[in-house]
């Protein structure tokens, strides 16, 4: 089975850096996903994490710690166009290459 | 746009109601994934088909089925609808199995009444 916990809800400023944190557990891990998903809309690729570090893909970067079943997105230089709920996703082994996402994080960037 | 089409766009039924839900993956993706998405429970993985065949079950009632045809699109079947299936309904494709990101279409929204 799997569980995957993220905040509900975080605020930011537009310009200010924000960390999104994502805790899970899982057999059989397989690799961290982080997608973006504007109300209403598709989610959409953000990141992919399935060895232990830091990944940068300009304004966003994310972290693995496998060993601490940890991941957190960082968002830089927020923009406006940044609020959107941000969803943190896990691939088991056993479950194929199918996705488990936990509930999101819904994040507000204010002026 | 991501490549995927679903149609449709939105439906509205009644219970114990049937309906179906298409998905057109990108060209060229072999694998499609149905995810069921509710204000309650997130965004909840149903099931998955390759090319054709079943490739995992998730969280899938048996009240529901889907199905991927040879010219890859896929359906899913929704029949016996209580107001608890009200949600949105994405389906994402893949190149193959392996290929860690996942396109998702624009979603259906049902509505059961």
């Known amino acids: 089975g799997q569980n995957i916990d993220q905040p509900t809800e975080m605020t930011a400023t537009e310009g200010a850096i924000v960390q999104i944190n994502c805790t899970y557990q899982?057999?059989?891990?397989?690799?961290l996903f982080w997608y973006q998903q504007h109300a209403g809309e598709a989610p959409t690729f953000l990141s992919y994490?399935?060895?232990?570090g830091l990944e940068e893909k300009g304004r966003f970067s994310s972290f693995l710690s496998r060993s601490k079943g940890y991941s957190y997105l960082l968002l830089k230089e927020l923009q406006m166009k940044d609020s959107a709920s941000y969803l943190c996703?896990?691939?088991?082994?056993?479950?194929?290459?199918?996705?488990?996402f936990g509930k999101g994080t819904t994040l507000s960037v204010s002026s | 746009d991501s490549g995927v089409t679903q149609t449709p766009k939105h439906l509205i039924t009644a219970t114990g109601q049937r309906v179906t839900l298409r998905c057109s993956p990108r060209s060229g993706d072999l694998s499609v994934y149905w995810y069921q998405q509710s204000l309650d429970q997130g965004l909840q993985f149903l099931i998955q088909y390759y090319n054709g065949e079943e490739r995992a079950k998730g969280n899938i009632l048996e009240r529901f089925s889907a199905q991927q045809f040879p010219d890859l699109h896929s359906e899913l079947n929704l029949s016996s609808l209580e107001l608890g299936d009200s949600a949105l309904y994405f389906c994402?494709?893949?190149?193959?199995?392996?290929?860690?990101?996942?396109?998702f279409g624009p979603g259906t929204r049902l509505t059961v009444t």
């Open positions: 996703a896990v691939r088991e082994k056993q479950a194929g290459t199918a996705l488990i």
């Open positions: 994490n399935v060895l232990d």
């Open positions: 899982t057999s059989g891990f397989n690799g």
């Open positions: 994402a494709s893949s190149v193959d199995p392996g290929d860690y990101e996942q396109y």
